[in-house]
């Protein structure tokens, strides 16, 4: 028994050893390619993180850090910026990275076929290399969330040669300049990557390996957790957050997220937006959110670990519009609005993508809206159905979600303006248009967040969409795994983390 | 029997075909924009335009339906819209995996399910039998999911034993494969072993009921011969039958499995693929497994061809 137990024993302890000097992360989900051109995933943003290192990072405060920038400045018209360079960088390859290779990528973004960065940096229309270590990024007409978009995939720099010679293939073989390599990938199974000791700040980085497991069932990838196989798990289900923070042999993080949840009215799209109550009168729009309690949602779906708001970010975010805050719930006003509006039982469909949180919710809205003399029916459709259904205008009232964005512009921009891409509403406003191109038009927080003041009044009073809650991003780890620092995108930076 | 093989085999071409028009003419039933479930949240419409154009999703079915039949006759089974990675090479890497996981299971289920039923048909009407019944029916009854979690409870979380999921290739480490493998075949047999338990017990019981063992035991043969030399043999043929098709529906049964214990195989590819309108993969994986399956059943009619005389009369 002896002789089989001691070597069992030592391969044990040389088993820990080894995976002292690993992180193995937890993922929801698998990544979809691993090319930041033509990657659309959040969760392959996570591994991104290791990989690739950006033009800009923000911090836990949503501030801009430098990355591969260290320095950036806008011309005076505010139609291009300059970005300095950092030097003595080389990407996985071996190869330098300079002012050429940041214009190859940026240019590799906008043209390469299939690119999902060109909507997100279209207004870029000149990248040019003004000495080995300064690119100057021009556009027609002043934008301003630009820098904010350099934060995540458009931002990052590939290596030209291998990229190159990789063509659409890049993503099997990732060359980027990030403080760890690619080592392998098995398709839904694992992504390992390796220390990359020539990484201009490879002394941040405490581990040897990181290794992404993509485990989609909440409960087995905190049972994976618990018994050891991960040290670390994005995405901890709310559910089981009460039971991690009593345990005393896990760590819980938890940081609000950029995005929010909140029900789309369609007001004007299509012929199904005639026949829709709610958009008779904005009054009845205004008694819907009057009806509607958002803590105690909070706390009965979520135990009160989201976080409640009536804005497109969360009241933590500092472009929140203060002086309008989230009002109260008032079933009284709710009815005097619907009486004033000549309706007592308005009637409308809840289209709901399905899952269990969103029926949850669903259900307790549909039951707050009833006090008022709503009447919710609530239409459950499978997501990529309700995506197609909102587009054609074919709902009256959409519960729907948006991930978030580092600028308020990515959270807003779309859905509000007359044209935007998701405003399946179609509420269109010319106050509100002329406010967003106010926003855009200069990278002054002040002036900016004027405008986001406009926008947030016509939004309270009109009411296109109903924002409810902000999604609280949980993280669970081993207590040994140190310095994770939460910040709102979600994302992992393993900068500064190390196993005790 | 060269003949029998053939005509087999011709039998199968039509259910192919009809299997890839069904396959085809299914998921396109599938509600919801595939170009838009792909597009990303920003759903630009430049990018929308440019994936219904790359991926034939703005041509008619029909056509759609012969570029695919096309490619797939010239070994081209298409392309990831997710992952980029053709579909071919997916199916190559992911089918090993659950072919593994799927043997597994039906190996323990031989082992478990055939002598269960000989016992419980040998002592019948025994606690011996009611015992078996008992765990026959909790295989049959207890949701995969359910047994899959509970285990991963008990075996990892508490008690260390095994990885709670994972996969490591039997290249890499022969012990290591099959302590990754060893749960979730055992929960993805579990249906199956009651399966093949239920099935020996009855056709154990016919048979010993029938002349032929009342005379062996007549002639003074001893009961273990009479029951595995004489009995077991008559019976274990619609059992043989019974593994083909089993393996095959192990094949589909594996989807839930792997999920739980992310395996990554077939199963998980496609329930992926599935939720991101990854038509390509869709097709590609349901395709090989249909033909899997009818090749399982040409094997098993080929192996009850050699087991019974009677078929080569």
């Known amino acids: 028994m002896k002789r089989v137990v001691l070597p069992l024993l030592a391969l044990g302890l040389l088993t820990s050893a080894a995976s002292a000097q690993t992180l193995r992360i937890g993922l929801a989900e698998d990544p979809d390619i691993l090319d930041p051109t033509l990657a659309r995933t959040f969760v392959g943003r996570i591994v991104f993180m290791g990989l690739c290192d950006k033009l800009l990072d923000i911090d836990k405060d949503l501030k801009l850090v430098p990355q591969l920038a260290t320095e950036w400045s806008w011309s005076p018209d505010q139609k291009s910026v300059t970005f300095k360079i950092r030097p003595n960088v080389k990407f996985h390859d071996g190869e330098k990275l300079d002012a050429e290779a940041v214009r190859y990528s940026i240019d590799r973004h906008l043209n390469l076929q299939g690119s999902f960065r060109r909507s997100e940096i279209n207004v870029v229309k000149a990248i040019d290399v003004v000495d080995p270590q300064t690119v100057k990024v021009s556009m027609d007409a002043p934008f301003s969330p630009l820098l904010a978009q350099f934060t995540d995939r458009a931002g990052m720099v590939l290596s030209p040669k291998a990229a190159k010679e990789a063509g659409p293939n890049f993503g099997a073989k990732p060359i980027c300049s990030g403080p760890y390599k690619f080592v392998e990938r098995v398709q839904q199974d694992r992504i390992v990557l390796e220390k990359f000791k020539e990484h201009w700040n490879a002394g941040a980085y405490g581990f040897e390996r990181v290794t992404y497991l993509p485990i989609v069932d909440g409960t087995v990838r905190l049972a994976n957790l618990r018994s050891g196989q991960l040290d670390m798990i994005e995405r901890l289900q709310a559910s089981d957050v009460a039971e991690v923070k009593k345990d005393a042999r896990l760590k819980f993080v938890s940081q609000t997220g950029l995005g929010y949840t909140g029900i789309t009215i369609n007001v004007a799209n299509s012929d199904r937006a005639k026949s829709n109550v709610l958009a008779k009168d904005k009054r009845i729009r205004q008694a819907l959110e009057l009806s509607l309690d958002r803590d105690a949602i909070n706390q009965v779906v979520f135990n009160g670990e989201f976080r409640t708001g009536n804005q497109w970010v969360p009241p933590t975010n500092p472009w929140y519009v203060k002086s309008v805050p989230t009002p109260k719930r008032d079933v009284a006003k709710a009815k005097e609005l619907l009486k004033a509006a000549g309706v007592t039982n308005p009637s409308f469909t809840l289209m709901v993508p399905t899952g269990n949180e969103a029926q949850q919710v669903s259900q307790v809205v549909q039951a707050m809206a009833k006090e008022s003399g709503f009447d919710v029916k609530i239409q459950q459709v499978e997501f990529a159905t309700s995506l197609q259904a909102a587009q054609k205008g074919d709902f009256e009232a959409f519960f729907i979600g948006w991930s978030g964005r580092v600028d308020p512009d990515g959270n807003l921009t779309s859905f509000i303006a007359c044209d935007g891409g998701n405003n399946d509403g179609k509420f269109c406003n010319p106050q509100v248009t002329a406010a967003l191109a106010e926003t855009r038009s200069t990278s002054n927080f002040e002036q900016r967040a004027l405008a986001y003041e406009k926008i947030a009044k016509v939004n309270a009073d009109e009411m296109p969409r109903i924002y409810l809650y902000h999604a609280t991003l949980f993280y669970a780890m081993n207590p040994k795994v140190d310095g994770f620092v939460a910040v709102p995108d979600g994302l992992i930076r393993l900068s500064g983390m190390k196993m005790n | ?313």
């Open chain 2, 1 to 313: 029997m060269l003949t029998y093989i053939v005509r087999r085999i011709l039998i199968s071409i039509p259910t192919i075909v009809f299997v890839s028009i069904v396959v085809f003419g299914l998921q396109l039933l599938l509600p919801g924009d595939p170009a838009l479930a792909l597009a990303g949240e920003e759903r630009d419409p430049a990018v929308i335009a440019e994936l219904r154009r790359v991926y034939h999703l703005d041509e008619p079915i029909w056509k759609q339906y012969l570029i695919w039949v096309g490619n797939v006759l010239q070994g081209d089974l298409g392309e990831s819209i997710r992952l980029k990675l053709p579909v071919g090479d997916l199916v190559t890497a992911k089918l090993p995996v659950t072919m593994q996981l799927a043997s597994m299971a039906i190996l323990i289920a031989i082992c478990i399910g055939i002598p269960m039923g000989i016992i419980s048909a040998v002592k019948k009407e025994t606690p011996l039998d009611y015992a078996a019944n008992v765990v026959a029916l909790s295989g049959i009854s207890v949701p995969s999911f359910w047994l899959g979690i509970m285990m991963i409870l008990l075996f990892s979380v508490h008690l260390g034993w095994l990885p709670a999921s994972g996969f490591v290739k039997p290249t890499e480490s022969l012990s290591q494969n099959l302590q990754t493998m060893i749960m979730p075949a055992f929960v993805l047999s579990s249906v199956t072993t009651a399966i093949f338990m239920r099935h020996t017990r009855s056709a154990m019981l016919a048979v010993l009921r029938s002349d032929y063992v009342r005379t062996a035991r007549a002639k003074g043969l001893r009961e273990p011969r009479v029951i595995f030399r004489h009995a077991l043999r008559n019976a274990i043929i619609p059992v043989v039958t019974l593994g083909a098709i089993q393996l095959g529906e192990l094949m589909s049964g594996a989807v839930l499995t792997e999920q739980i214990f992310t395996i990554p195989g077939f199963g998980k590819l496609i329930v992926d693929a599935v939720f991101n309108r990854d038509y390509a993969v869709v097709q590609g994986v349901v395709l090989c497994t249909a033909t899997g399956f009818i090749f399982l059943n040409l094997c098993a009619d080929l192996i009850y061809f050699l087991v019974n005389p009677r078929m080569r009369g």
